[in-house]
């Protein structure tokens, strides 16, 4: 046998050695290992949606959290513009009110110093309902109460005092001593009321 037919069976041998380890090399495709594999797809698709669904929750809560900031920002500022409308509506214009009546009982009657009265009190509560227009604006809304009717919640109202009376139910407001107000859904500032109960049995 010559060297080159020597050297052609060597390659040759060599080639069938390389295959047989490549062959043994090579995975076989068993089910298990699919199973296990299949298993393994899904897991990480389960992974990928948890992902994305825990993604997309924290957007929302974050898009909320945005919204709420954005609309109740300007809340403090809104509790002390209700203080000043409080103050003007309950001490202003009440003793206002009651100076022009004063004036008006006095004896001898001075028209002049009467129309200034009835003037400048004109002016004060158009400035009150202008002011208060613009909180409404803002989302600030009064708390309605009806005298006799409103039944007292404390979560809109702040209990002053206990009043004996014959024609209103026990709890029934009886006088607002001030005013409560919403901004949006939330209760800024409590009514402060007087409500009726039964009279003691004598």
């Known amino acids: 046998m010559s060297k080159k037919e020597e050297k052609q069976k060597e390659n040759i041998l060599a080639e069938k050695l390389e295959?047989?380890?490549?062959?043994?090399?090579?995975?076989?495709?068993?089910?298990?290992?699919?199973r296990k594999y299949e298993e393994e797809i899904e897991d990480l698709k389960r992974n990928k949606l948890l992902l994305l669904a825990q993604i997309e929750n924290q957007r929302k809560e974050f898009e909320r959290q945005v919204g709420y900031a954005y609309k109740y920002g300007?809340?403090?500022?809104?509790?002390?513009?209700?203080?000043f409308l409080v103050a003007l509506e309950g001490r202003a214009l009440k003793a206002m009110q009651d100076d022009l009546k004063n004036a008006s009982k006095s004896k001898p009657k001075?028209?002049?110093l009467i129309d200034k009265f009835k003037s400048h009190l004109t002016g004060m509560e158009i400035i009150k309902d202008n002011?208060?227009?613009?909180?409404?604006?803002?989302g600030v809304k009064e708390i309605e109460v009806e005298i006799g009717k409103t039944q007292a919640n404390v979560r809109y109202h702040e209990l002053i005092e206990e009043i004996e009376v014959d024609n209103f139910s026990e709890g029934a407001v009886v006088e607002v001593v001030?005013?409560?107000?919403?901004?949006?859904?939330?209760?800024?500032?409590?009514?402060?009321?007087?409500?009726?109960?039964?009279?003691?049995?004598?």
């Open 110 to 112: 001075d028209p002049e």
């Open 74 to 83: 300007g809340r403090l500022v809104i509790v002390r513009m209700l203080d």
């Open 131 to 138: 002011f208060k227009k613009s909180l409404e604006e803002q």
């Open 178 to 202: 001030e005013k409560g107000y919403f901004f949006h859904e939330e209760v800024l500032r409590r009514t402060k009321v007087k409500i009726a109960k039964r009279p003691k049995v004598k």
């Open 19 to 34: 295959k047989k380890e490549i062959k043994e090399k090579k995975p076989e495709n068993k089910p298990e290992e699919k």
